[in-house]
């Protein structure tokens, strides 16, 4: 009886193993949503161009009139969006335009007033890392060609689009501050970064906002991107004149990504920072949260 007893239980043992193993969700099968990748458990430790591709193509948008992020609530209400103003067609442009002059090179953006805010509405082209020593070996023209920068302004890492060195408390090294150093003992509530004066670089709130203000994270894609250059006819409809282009992304490793657009916002997560990004065959765009030895683009927004 004992034997028989004995047997039982180990039979019971095994059957009960096999069951939890079989009802387990594996990692792999997990589908991240947006909110995901906001939080700070989305951040990767990996270089490598896969690593982002991986991120950006498991994202998953939820449709909904109310989105909530990690390090702030954000709510869109379906009477916010009825708001929302196409000023653009193919044929017709009815939007708001300004020019900022940039006194530091004398270069001149386009800007574009989107609700009661002004937006840049080219990439940042601006280089001078002898008036401004955070640019220093951080910021480059897409594949390395002089002729990218006209069109699709330069790339950056975190550290040089919050010009870290004015943070740096480390007299010696400071232009390590930001770029896998925190040297930063009291953030501020608006970092101008490498923005003209009167500029700033957006945070997180006001990159969910400005989101919300064009319609939501579901259409933000096609309402933003530009009307022609994007891979694979992946275009926008540039429906309020922002006009994102297929700036593309450098990778730590030297590499490029001509697939997307991305822009730093100034918000730091853990050893990451937050971005808005566009894909050429997503319809939608959202805030992810990115290395910062990535080199991404700048959009600016005023004061």
């Given at each position: 009886?004992?034997?028989?007893?004995?047997?039982?239980?180990i039979?019971l043992?095994i059957?009960?193993?096999s069951?939890?193993?079989?009802?387990?969700t594996?990692?792999?099968?997990?589908?991240?949503d947006?909110?995901?990748?906001n939080?700070?458990?989305?951040?990767q430790?990996?270089?490598s161009?896969d690593?982002?591709?991986?991120?950006?193509?498991?994202?998953?948008?939820?449709?909904?009139s109310?989105?909530t992020n990690s390090s702030?609530s954000v709510?869109s209400?379906?009477?916010e969006k009825?708001?929302?103003?196409?000023?653009?067609t193919?044929?017709?442009?009815?939007c708001?335009?300004g020019t900022l002059?940039?006194?530091?090179?004398g270069?001149?953006?386009k800007?574009v007033?989107?609700?009661n805010?002004?937006w840049?509405a080219?990439?940042?082209?601006?280089?001078?890392s002898?008036?401004?020593?955070?640019?220093k070996?951080?910021?480059?023209?897409y594949?390395n060609?002089?002729?990218?920068?006209?069109?699709?302004?330069?790339?950056?890492?975190?550290?040089?689009?919050i010009?870290?060195?004015k943070f740096?408390?480390?007299?010696?090294n400071?232009?390590?501050?930001?770029?896998?150093?925190?040297?930063?003992q009291?953030?501020p509530?608006?970092v101008?970064?490498i923005?003209p004066?009167?500029?700033?670089?957006?945070?997180?709130?006001?990159l969910a906002?400005?989101?919300?203000d064009v319609?939501g994270y579901?259409?933000?894609?096609?309402?933003?991107?530009?009307?022609?250059?994007?891979?694979?006819?992946?275009?926008?409809s540039d429906?309020?004149?922002?006009n994102v282009?297929?700036?593309?992304?450098?990778?730590e490793n030297g590499s490029f990504?001509?697939?997307?657009?991305?822009?730093?916002g100034?918000?730091?997560?853990?050893?990451?920072?937050?971005t808005?990004?566009?894909?050429?065959?997503?319809?939608?765009?959202?805030?992810?949260?990115?290395?910062?030895?990535?080199?991404?683009?700048?959009?600016c927004?005023?004061d």
């Amino acid at each position: 009886m004992k034997k028989i007893f004995l047997l039982g239980l180990i039979s019971l043992f095994i059957w009960s193993c096999s069951d939890d193993s079989s009802n387990n969700t594996s990692d792999n099968d997990y589908d991240w949503d947006i909110d995901s990748f906001n939080s700070s458990s989305s951040i990767q430790s990996s270089s490598s161009q896969d690593s982002l591709n991986v991120e950006l193509s498991s994202a998953k948008v939820e449709s909904s009139s109310s989105v909530t992020n990690s390090s702030s609530s954000v709510t869109s209400s379906s009477s916010e969006k009825d708001d929302v103003i196409s000023c653009k067609t193919e044929t017709e442009d009815n939007c708001i335009y300004g020019t900022l002059l940039d006194e530091r090179d004398g270069k001149s953006y386009k800007t574009v007033k989107i609700k009661n805010t002004w937006w840049m509405a080219e990439n940042l082209n601006y280089a001078d890392s002898l008036k401004t020593p955070s640019l220093k070996g951080k910021s480059w023209r897409y594949d390395n060609s002089p002729d990218n920068c006209e069109k699709f302004g330069r790339l950056y890492t975190w550290a040089a689009a919050i010009d870290s060195v004015k943070f740096a408390t480390d007299d010696k090294n400071p232009q390590e501050c930001g770029d896998g150093r925190n040297c930063v003992q009291s953030w501020p509530d608006k970092v101008q970064g490498i923005c003209p004066d009167g500029w700033q670089l957006p945070d997180h709130d006001q990159l969910a906002n400005f989101i919300i203000d064009v319609g939501g994270y579901a259409t933000a894609g096609v309402t933003l991107k530009s009307q022609s250059g994007w891979y694979n006819d992946g275009n926008g409809s540039d429906a309020i004149g922002f006009n994102v282009l297929p700036s593309g992304i450098r990778f730590e490793n030297g590499s490029f990504d001509s697939l997307g657009a991305v822009f730093w916002g100034s918000t730091e997560v853990m050893s990451g920072a937050t971005t808005l990004y566009f894909y050429y065959d997503y319809e939608y765009a959202g805030l992810l949260d990115q290395e910062k030895s990535y080199a991404f683009s700048i959009r600016c927004v005023k004061d």
